[in-house]
């Protein structure tokens, strides 16, 4: 294929998924067409994929992707460089599983805290431990960043894409207007992040990328 690969992409303001996809294709130089959705009318997103979350992909061809890391793994796939999974094929099992475990455990306590807080008679023990369980990641994730720039290296890796949207609310405040619960429990229980220089300075430098 000649030219520039542009994507059309459905999104929802502040959406940390969405941000993974604007880093993403910005590092690879990809164009993206955005359409906005508004959260309390999904029906154009379930139109096109048959459900409801953001993002959603159409590719050049017509081909439909929900979900962000398959969005991500789309684009690896179609502008292989600049890369953002190793070629090696144990290092890359490695990153997946990585990307796997962000998804599917660190995600569990953020989640759960939130999901407790709108229960209206929230277990103020329960969250303590949630709140517990992302400190001690965040000291793990500051000890990942010893000697190098990226969690899995020196470069740019697709962990660095998936995990910033979220782990970034350690030190950044929710934009104004972003009444998104969500965001408002990673920034008050990701609070510990301030005290760890390697952390925040990944934060720093990954935020300072530019997105699509």
Same mark, same amino acid.
């Given at each position: ?8 992409? *459905?999104?929802? +303001?502040?959406?940390?998924?969405? =941000? ?9 130089? &990809? ?19 048959? *459900? =409801? ?19 991500? +793994?789309?684009? =690896?796939?179609?502008? /292989? ?26 995600? &569990? ?9 709108? #229960?209206?008679? /929230? ?7 949630? #709140? ?32 910033? /949207? ?7 405040? /929710? =934009?104004? $207007?972003?009444?998104? $619960? ?12 301030? $005290? ?17």
């Amino acid at each position: 294929m000649t030219g520039r690969t542009t994507i059309r992409v *459905q999104r929802i +303001a502040f959406s940390t998924n969405v =941000e993974r996809v604007a880093l993403a294709a910005a590092h690879k130089g &990809v164009g993206v067409d955005w359409v906005d959705i508004d959260p309390t009318d999904r029906a154009e997103v379930r139109a096109l994929s048959g *459900q =409801e979350l953001v993002p959603v992909m159409q590719a050049p061809d017509g081909e439909v992707i929900a979900d962000s890391t398959s969005i991500l +793994a789309w684009l =690896e796939r179609r502008v /292989p460089e600049p890369a953002l999974w190793p070629v090696d094929a144990a290092a890359r099992a490695r990153v997946d599983i990585a990307v796997e475990w962000f998804n599917g455990v660190w995600k &569990v306590a953020p989640n759960a805290i939130d999901e407790e807080i709108a #229960s209206g008679s /929230p277990d103020k023990s329960r969250i303590a431990a949630w #709140s517990d369980e992302l400190t001690r990641w965040l000291r793990r994730f500051d000890a990942l960043l010893e000697g190098r720039d990226h969690l899995l290296g020196d470069t740019l890796g697709v962990l660095d894409v998936c995990a910033f /949207p979220f782990l970034k609310y350690g030190v950044i405040v /929710p =934009e104004p $207007g972003d009444d998104e $619960g969500f965001h408002h429990v990673l920034h008050e229980h990701q609070r510990e992040t301030a $005290g760890l220089p390697r952390l925040t300075a990944w934060i720093r430098r990954v935020d300072a990328l530019p997105r699509a």
